[in-house]
């Protein structure tokens, strides 16, 4: 998630299950105002490629970049077009399922890869990496690696990868009296934001509550997996209405709002991090890549401890936002010319020298944890984010077994409406709008019609 706006994987506004007419209709629509404002759109000559990225602080340094790769292809123009992640996922959604080819590449997770390369809609990149005896995909980190191929080929290359973790300023901890283990609970990590929020007044956690499967349901996800719940049995019955799902989403909830940020509904990636930067907030649980965004005290007085737990010993979730080719580009070759330079070992030795080695997009090649110049910048998280990426398992996420894949999403189609409007009725949560049973009855009905698919 998600990233952000850096948000895991995470949050999403278009439902895949549109038809066609109605996608192109909005598609028209979108191109259209995208044109009279003079902003994104494939637009250019013949030589100029447009990629459809996340806003994102990982994505702008990119753009700072994109000079010096086109200084050595003069032949190719980089049109980069950012947008927050909900309209980045609706835009691509409806662009490469009407296969109009407006975008030559675009930022997709682990969640979009394997759909999108069984449905043809995205190009097979192992055929253009064998190309380059430079790019060395046996070094992309292979848990990231795994989620990003289909049949064994890499369907997207990532641009950089995370997990999910607990970031606390020893500072605030300290002065509450609170010592962090590296592997908390979820029941320590509460009575920590709560100690610190009475004795010093200041909020003791940032959790993401603003709607949206990649928004609020990513971390909450990892504290459902963790307290024994699922989505889904293996019989693909929905079991939103358990007492862990309950437990998990009364736990959540109350720890926000004892202890958690002010308005909560409208805290996504980037809030937290806005608010944790600014000390405003002791503890933040989320991307391991926010620790590449701190400044000031909180990267150099920052502590970091793997994904708190209740049952299961890890939790962390795993994502990886990652170029992939629309099979509708019409500029394959040099569209993966730049995505070749922009996922290279030489791209993050370029970022570590131009921009700092705090800014190298972190959780793609494990070259990039044996550069001593990394270590030294990355030296509190690095650690903590690989092995946190290499205990993530998308297919034992949870306690039960069930029939799906993913830890912070379920591996359909119909996850992406569904987490979002699940979402929305958690969001209500947090303003009193409904009880926690009401919300899981209303979630349980919208999980039972998807379920349903998957029975018959």
Not at 30 to 54: F, H, M
Not at 128 to 149: E, H, Q, R, V
Request: proline share 5%; aromatic share 10%.
């Amino acid at each position: 998630m998600t990233h952000t706006n850096l948000r895991p994987p995470h949050r999403r506004s278009g439902a895949r299950g549109t038809t066609i007419p109605a996608i192109v209709g909005v598609l028209v629509m979108l191109v259209g105002a995208a044109c009279s404002g003079g902003a994104g759109g494939g637009g250019g000559g013949s030589n100029t490629i447009t990629l459809a990225a996340v806003d994102n602080p990982q994505m702008a340094d990119l753009k700072k970049l994109v000079g010096d790769f086109q200084s050595a292809h003069s032949d190719i123009k980089v049109n980069i077009v950012t947008l927050p992640e909900d309209q980045l996922r609706q835009q691509v959604t409806q662009d490469v399922a009407a296969n109009s080819g407006r975008y030559d590449l675009f930022t997709i997770g682990t969640y979009e890869v394997p759909l999108w390369a069984k449905k043809g809609w995205i190009e097979n990149l192992s055929p253009f990496i064998a190309k380059d005896a430079n790019y060395a995909p046996d070094d992309i980190i292979p848990g990231i690696k795994t989620a990003l191929s289909y049949n064994s080929n890499l369907y997207a290359v990532p641009f950089y990868g995370e997990s999910s973790m607990l970031m606390y300023r020893k500072d605030m901890l300290a002065k509450a009296g609170v010592t962090m283990p590296d592997h908390p609970t979820w029941a320590q990590v509460a009575d920590a934001a709560i100690k610190v929020k009475q004795s010093t007044g200041t909020d003791g956690i940032c959790l993401r509550g603003l709607p949206g499967w990649g928004e609020q349901l990513a971390p909450l996800d990892t504290v459902v997996n963790t307290f024994g719940g699922r989505w889904f049995d293996q019989s693909w019955n929905a079991t939103l209405n358990t007492p862990a799902w309950h437990d998990a989403l009364s736990f959540y909830v109350n720890l926000v709002k004892q202890a958690g940020e002010p308005a909560p509904g409208s805290a996504g990636f980037t809030e937290c991090l806005t608010a944790y930067n600014s000390g405003k907030v002791a503890m933040w649980y989320d991307a391991t890549v926010g620790a590449s965004n701190f400044t000031g005290d909180a990267a150099t007085n920052s502590g970091y401890a793997y994904a708190p737990t209740k049952v299961k010993d890890w939790s962390g979730w795993l994502w990886a936002w990652s170029l992939g080719m629309p099979s509708s580009s019409h500029k394959k070759d040099a569209a993966w010319t730049f995505a070749d330079w922009a996922t290279s070992k030489d791209y993050i030795k370029l970022v570590g020298q131009k921009l700092g080695w705090a800014h190298v997009p972190p959780g793609t090649r494990t070259s990039t944890y044996a550069l001593p110049e990394y270590q030294q910048a990355a030296g509190g998280f690095a650690t903590v984010t690989m092995e946190s990426i290499a205990h993530a398992d998308v297919t034992h996420a949870t306690v039960d077994p069930v029939p799906y894949i993913g830890i912070q999403y379920v591996d359909v189609d119909e996850f992406q409406s569904l987490g979002d409007n699940v979402s929305k009725e958690f969001a209500k949560l947090f303003v009193g709008g409904e009880t926690v049973d009401q919300a899981l009855a209303k979630a349980q009905v919208l999980a039972t019609a998807v379920g349903k698919v998957y029975q018959h």
